[in-house]
């Protein structure tokens, strides 16, 4: 079974940064896509970031283009987020997920999920 595990949550001020870590096992990581979503209280999960597996595909959402950045490392079976310049509405539980395609940004087709981890940004 595969498995995904976030790490690095927290709560910061607005204009702050963190850096979050999802870390898989049991699974060929560098061949799928791996991305970020994210939900806020008493709202649907949203999508924030993609990476394809191998190849340069990245795709943001665009109220968080230019302030975070998806990045993984294949050999660590790890994918980040850095999130800069956060704001309040950035507030949320974020998950890692993974699709069994080599690109794929729609929610519906990540079949692995990890449990989430808890970011807080204060005014």
């Known amino acids: 079974q595969v498995q995904l595990v976030e790490s690095g949550g927290g709560s910061v001020q607005a204009g702050g940064s963190l850096r979050l870590s999802c870390a898989a096992s049991?699974?060929?990581?560098?061949?799928?896509?791996m991305g970020w979503f994210r939900q806020a209280p008493g709202q649907e999960r949203e999508f924030v970031a993609a990476a394809s597996g191998s190849g340069p595909e990245l795709a943001y959402e665009d109220s968080v283009a230019g302030r975070f950045t998806i990045s993984r490392d294949n050999a660590k079976n790890t994918v980040y987020l850095q999130m800069n310049s956060l704001k309040p509405e950035d507030t949320a539980v974020y998950y890692c997920?993974?699709?069994?395609?080599?690109?794929?940004?729609?929610?519906?087709?990540?079949?692995?999920w990890g449990q989430g981890t808890q970011v807080n940004v204060s005014s």
């Open positions: 049991k699974v060929t990581f560098r061949t799928y896509t």
């Open positions: 997920a993974l699709s069994l395609k080599p690109w794929e940004v729609r929610a519906k087709e990540y079949v692995y």
